[in-house]
């Protein structure tokens, strides 16, 4: 695994690739890797002649307020994951590099970002969609490959890539789980062993969704009344948003007639935890 942090350096190695005529897969983290990052850069590993990722926790996608400074960081650790794999980069810039002052660009794209995450977290999609083509215009990946726990962000970035023309394919990857069903994170490490317990509430919720629609409801309203009738073992946990949005479009949704997400925030003391499900109205 060829590990490197300028950005230049890196450019210069994939155009060279790119010529060879391999197929570069990119998987773009934040580091503090878990099985969740893992299952993403074994699915490229089987899809790409070259793997890339790379480690980045980006301070653009941070409101002041939230946990830059604290965000798990384990950069060794990390390394060790990835060589297990036997990656081919490791792409690890350093924030200076990747914004120079003064730094005066950032992608916006409009609805989308206004709704689900973008209510708490208003210019966070902008730090994502800045930092996210940026790493494409370095890396020049054939395939982006984005974990469906992050739902929004993936179906924000897909819409920037493809309104942007950039020759990138984005596949989506399932959500990978801890035995109690919690969706895997960096931030779970911040959980207590009664907050673990708590943080069962999102999944709990989803399945009781999944559940009704599968018994054929169809009124987004009902199902959310179910979803935080759900919480209600769950003291701890307190629901942030629930969202029934377009699979396509991300454009909320009253009514479940296609392809849908049902998308979860909620805090467990003072951790916010994210979580969804796809769902057919067949309720698969
Ligand atoms: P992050 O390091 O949190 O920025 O995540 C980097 C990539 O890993 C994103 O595409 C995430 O959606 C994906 N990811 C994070 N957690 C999981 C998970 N539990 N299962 C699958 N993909 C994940």
């Known amino acids: 695994m060829k590990q490197i942090t300028g950005i230049q ?41 070259i793997t890339a990722a790379s480690i980045f926790v980006n301070p653009a996608q941070f409101a002041p307020h939230e946990d830059f400074d604290r965000y798990p960081r384990n950069i060794n650790r990390d ?40 209510v708490s977290r208003s210019r966070h999609f902008q730090g994502v969609n800045t930092i996210v083509a940026k790493l494409l215009n370095i890396v020049q990946p054939s395939v982006l490959y984005l974990g469906q726990k992050d739902i929004q962000q993936a179906v924000i970035l897909k819409k920037m890539i493809q309104d942007l023309n950039m020759p ?39 399945r009781a969704a999944k559940k009704m629609i599968k018994s054929g409801e169809r009124d987004c309203k009902k199902i959310t009344k179910k979803m935080e009738a759900a919480f209600d073992r769950f003291p ?49």
Do not use: W
């Open 168 to 206: 990138t394919a984005v596949k989506l990857c399932p959500t990978i789980r801890e035995k109690n069903g919690l969706a895997m994170s960096s931030r779970n490490i911040y959980l207590s062993p009664k907050g673990r317990k708590s943080a069962a509430a999102l999944i709990t919720a989803l």
């Open 236 to 284: 701890e946990a307190k629901i942030d948003y629930i969202l029934c949005a377009d699979f396509e479009s991300f454009k909320p949704v009253f009514v479940f007639e296609r392809r849908a997400i049902i998308a979860i925030a909620a805090y467990v003391g003072n951790v916010r935890l994210i979580d969804n499900v796809i769902l057919s109205p067949q309720g698969k």
């Open 9 to 49: 350096r890196m450019q210069k190695h994939c155009t060279g690739l790119k010529v060879q005529g391999e197929k570069i897969g990119f998987v773009p983290t934040m580091g503090y890797l878990h099985e969740g990052h893992l299952s993403l850069v074994k699915r490229s590993k089987k899809e790409c002649s």
């Open 79 to 118: 390394i060790k994951l990835l060589r297990k794999l036997d990656i081919d980069i490791l792409f690890t810039p350093k924030t200076g590099e990747i914004y120079p002052e003064p730094f005066l660009t950032s992608i916006l794209v409009d609805e989308i970002t206004t709704i689900g995450e973008g």
